[in-house]
């Protein structure tokens, strides 16, 4: 029970299944599911409120609450909204985790400037947002989960430079809201996934194929369970002195060339 009595926002908590057949639990879902596991009340927002009502549900099976919201997170007022619903149904926050990343076109020649620009509202912006008006109302000694990708640092597992692009630039945001944060002790973090088996992963090397064969030093593509203890971790107070870093859950493939 790591999080008892903490309330935490899981930003992009639904899943998309893209009409395959049982997949794997997707990054989002399993940090919210998991969050509810270790004590916290779970808000769980999503672009379709569908998606995260079926989280929500998955919650209940266990057992625990949570409440589902739908929120467009690249735009202000419906972040706005959204942050305000929490605070009116939890009376307070104290964790946010912004799961937000889509992925649009095919090297620079395939990529037109208006999904560069889509890229970049839902892969940046969203978070940047989530941030500005999350911080201001957070509880002192709170904790800010940001998720990039593997991408950001070994391009050669995407063939799509806006997603690459949006990734790596969520270094910047950490280290820009880390700082103005450590002041009330509110921690800033990214969780930097590699090659993980959801369903946006496998859709992905249908797409890009040879991203399958990727050399992964422990051999293996990840699980978002996985990725949600690492996001549990941050969250929690085992992790009150770290700030201002990106963890890399991606069996060694960023840092083991």
């Known amino acids: 029970m790591t999080l008892a009595g903490r309330r935490i926002l899981v930003v992009g908590g639904g899943q998309q299944t893209y009409e395959m057949v049982d997949p794997p639990i997707g990054i989002g879902r399993a940090i919210a599911v998991l969050a509810a596991r270790e004590g916290a009340r779970v808000a769980v ?42 605070l009116a149904s939890f009376g307070g926050l104290d964790g946010l985790v912004m799961n937000l990343g889509i992925a649009s076109g095919d090297q620079l020649a395939g990529t037109p400037a208006g999904e560069w620009d889509r890229v970049m509202a839902v892969n940046v912006r969203s978070h940047f947002l989530g941030c500005k008006h999350a911080l201001p109302v957070m509880t002192d000694g709170g904790s800010i989960v940001l998720t990039s990708s593997t991408a950001a640092r070994v391009p050669s597992t995407s063939n799509a430079p806006a997603y690459i692009t949006s990734k790596a630039a969520l270094d910047g945001l950490r280290a820009a809201v880390g700082r103005e944060a450590a002041a009330r002790r509110v921690r800033v973090n990214v969780v930097m996934p590699g090659l993980v088996d959801t369903s946006l992963g496998r859709l992905a090397t249908l797409v890009k194929p040879d991203r399958a064969h990727t050399p992964i030093p422990l051999g293996r593509q990840g699980t978002a369970w996985e990725v949600a203890n690492s996001v549990v971790f941050l969250l929690s107070d085992a992790a009150a002195y770290i700030t201002g870093q990106t963890l890399a859950v991606d069996g060694g493939l960023s840092g083991l060339p």
Not at 53 to 79: H, K, P, Q, R
Request: no cysteine.
């Open 45 to 86: 927002a999503d672009v379709d409120p569908v998606a995260a009502g079926a989280t929500v549900g998955l919650i209940a099976d266990d057992g625990n609450a949570a409440v589902a919201f739908g929120v467009d997170g690249a735009d202000e007022t419906s972040m706005a909204t959204l942050i305000a619903a929490v």
